[in-house]
């Protein structure tokens, strides 16, 4: 089974400060992806992930895809509090389906 | 990216009636779509994945005869939740693949479904 665990669950920081998200796995994916999603609406995609070791950049979030192609980090520079939101990874599993993590809910408070 | 759109955004029923909610492809055609739901600050629970011209295909738990699950054509899938309970209120989001070799997940805007 293709679990994707991630770490922190819940998260609160103050404006500016920076912060790590992890997404971990004992199972090899072919890629990983991350979505950030506001309370009341469908989770939108930032960034796919495909090659072990890659590390892609979308303004102040830097994702991070480890070499054994395992586990996944989202870093955010300073963050804002536009920034808050729950943070899914995801990946494919059999079939077209993708596995979840569990999601780490930030609150970025001004 | 791909657009996937959900309709409706929310919806308030009575006990014991039929909700459809539709979740369209705008830019590409899935042949494979998926439904989930969402508990308050939770993350996503898969449903069934919706297929194309055949039947759906449920998770364990999930009562097929409860939620009932069309996909007629290549951008419309719809998700009946019949005899709605209040137990049945929550957020139902659906997806799809895009056909790109990283197969990349897009979302609908979500419905929230309240049961009274």
């Known amino acids: 089974t293709q679990l994707l665990e991630q770490s922190p669950q819940f998260l609160s920081i103050q404006e500016g400060e920076n912060l790590t998200v992890y997404c971990n796995s004992s199972?090899?994916?072919?890629?990983l992806q991350w979505y950030r999603q506001e309370p009341g609406e469908g989770p939108v995609l930032l960034v796919t992930?495909?090659?072990?070791?890659e590390v892609k950049k979308l303004k102040r979030l830097t994702f991070q895809f480890g070499d054994a192609r395992k586990d996944s980090s989202l870093h955010i520079t300073a963050a804002q509090p536009g920034d808050t939101g729950l943070y899914l990874c995801?990946?494919?599993?059999?079939?077209?389906?993708?596995?979840f993590g569990p999601g780490t809910r930030l609150s970025v408070l001004p | 990216g791909a657009v996937v759109s959900q309709h409706p955004s929310w919806v308030i029923c009575k006990s014991g009636t039929s909700v459809k909610i539709e979740c369209r492809s705008l830019?590409?055609?899935?042949?494979?779509m998926f439904w989930y739901r969402q508990f308050p600050k939770q993350s996503l629970m898969l449903m069934a994945t919706?297929?194309?011209?055949?039947?759906?295909?449920?998770e364990q738990g999930v009562e097929k005869d409860k939620f009932l699950i069309n996909h007629a054509s290549l951008t419309l899938s719809t998700l009946t939740v019949t005899s709605a309970h209040p137990e049945d209120s929550s957020f139902y989001i659906c997806?799809?693949?895009?056909?790109?070799?990283?197969?990349?997940?897009?979302f609908g805007e979500g419905s929230r479904l309240t049961v009274l």
């Open positions: 997806s799809a693949r895009d056909g790109t070799i990283t197969g990349e997940l897009f």
């Open positions: 199972s090899v994916f072919s890629s």
């Open positions: 992930v495909v090659t072990g070791g």
């Open positions: 995801a990946g494919p599993r059999w079939g077209q389906n993708f596995v």
């Open positions: 830019d590409f055609q899935a042949t494979t």
């Open positions: 919706s297929n194309e011209g055949s039947k759906a295909t449920y």
